[in-house]
């Protein structure tokens, strides 16, 4: 098994992303240099208002079932808008159509949910921390019979996600690019976080791109 795209650190603004770019509206994407998430650099989406800024991987071909996994910090003052939620990553065909997406939302602590138009909404009950790094990965499968959505936060066992569908309809339709950053802002709000150390694979990655920080703060693995 070997990766298909990262880990991404982000040794400039775009590093190895097809594009890291603000979409449109009034959501941005700097490089920052504060050594917030991994490494000296990470990416900072802001956002004073509605709009789109996204890092994306064009993967060249259509893929039925990949897996993300990636580093964030969410800052205490982290806020949601009216409409209480935005996007965070998004699976689309070559012709930018969304297959997937991942959205974190308020419910008083900020839940990762997901969306697909066969499968409709799911709520994960994974809820991110503020204010310290965490790991995330996210598989998504194409099927009409056994599709799925799973996340692993701070977790590396493949057999225990923290959130597991099971076998969904999730359509027909294959993907070739990934978004992560904000995929969608819907209201004038000031608000953003930080995304660093990004993998992409068509198999569980766990430990394989070193993304979980061998830290009090994270699972200890040998």
Partial sequence: MSLLFGPEEFPTLTGSFTTVQSNYGS????L??????????????????????????????????LYCQLKGFIPTAFAFGVSGYLGFIQAVTSADAAVFTMNVEDYGTVRLTGNNPSSGYK????????????TIEVRLKVSATVGNISVWLNNSTEGSPNYNSGNINTGT??????????????????????????????????????????????????
């Fill in 27 to 30: 959501a941005t994407v700097v």
């Fill in 32 to 65: 920052d240099t504060s050594t917030k998430v991994s490494g000296a650099n990470s990416a900072y989406f802001a956002s004073t208002g509605s709009g789109s800024s996204s890092a994306i991987k064009d993967l060249g071909s259509g893929y039925s079932e």
């Fill in 123 to 134: 709520d994960t009950l994974v809820n991110i921390p503020k204010n310290s790094v965490f």
């Fill in 173 to 222: 339709t294959n993907f070739q690019k990934l978004a992560h950053g904000f995929t969608y802002t819907p209201d004038s709000f000031a608000t953003g976080y930080y995304l660093d150390f990004v993998s992409i694979d068509t198999a569980f990655i766990g430990t394989r791109s070193s993304a979980v920080a061998n830290t009090s703060n994270f699972f200890q693995f040998l």
